[in-house]
């Protein structure tokens, strides 16, 4: 998902589940205006994977994430046109204006190999090769090139990391440990 996962490199433990604690749903997209006259709203995607979106997929729309069916979905220029069962005309599904859909985490596509959820990565305990303690990962700004790790160290300052392989060494859910190579600032 475009604002919910890192790629990087090999990871020690397996794709599965969540790991405790983590997130319920993933957002995959934001409901925003309604299309013609038979039921149908736009949605802005927020996933790398909008070919998963089907008829029939179960989605949870707005803050209290209530469970709905998609009935019919049809690609527009850079966004999706999608229908819910049992809503059959512009006024019914008005009510999903500028409502975040998303999806139970469990139902997520599973990620390659190296790569990771935003969401398993925050909170990872951050070390340096030789096993000092760097901090935490706070939060994970995205930039076009590479996303950039927040480290917050135990004195209160920040350090900003480059998720690149030069700098990420190693990531390992199970023990949701991350080791890294600092860079040497001049």
């Known amino acids: ?3 919910a996962e890192s790629s990087l490199l090999n990871s020690d433990q397996k794709q599965g589940s969540p790991q405790s604690g983590g997130p319920v749903f993933l957002t995959i997209g934001k409901f925003q205006r309604t299309h013609g006259v038979k039921g149908e709203i736009v949605m802005e995607v927020m996933t790398d994977f909008p070919e998963k979106i089907l008829a ?5 729309i707005g803050s209290k994430q209530q469970p709905y069916e998609i009935a019919s979905i049809r690609p527009a220029a850079d966004k999706m ?5 049992g809503f059959n005309d512009c006024d019914q599904v008005s009510i999903f204006r500028n409502q975040i859909v998303s999806i139970k985490t469990e139902d997520a596509n599973q990620l390659p190999e190296g790569e990771f959820y935003h969401h398993e990565i925050i909170g990872m305990t951050v070390v340096e090769e ?31 990391l480059p998720a690149i392989r030069d700098a990420v060494r190693s990531i390992d859910r199970g023990s949701r440990k991350m080791v890294v190579r600092l860079p040497e600032w001049e």
């Open 1 to 3: 998902m475009t604002t």
């Open 56 to 60: 029939g997929n179960i989605v949870f």
């Open 81 to 85: 046109l999608i229908s819910i069962k």
């Open 130 to 160: 030789d096993g000092n303690l760097v901090g935490t990962i706070g939060e994970i700004l995205v930039t076009g090139a590479n996303d950039v790790y927040i480290i917050s160290k135990e004195n209160g300052e920040e350090l900003l």
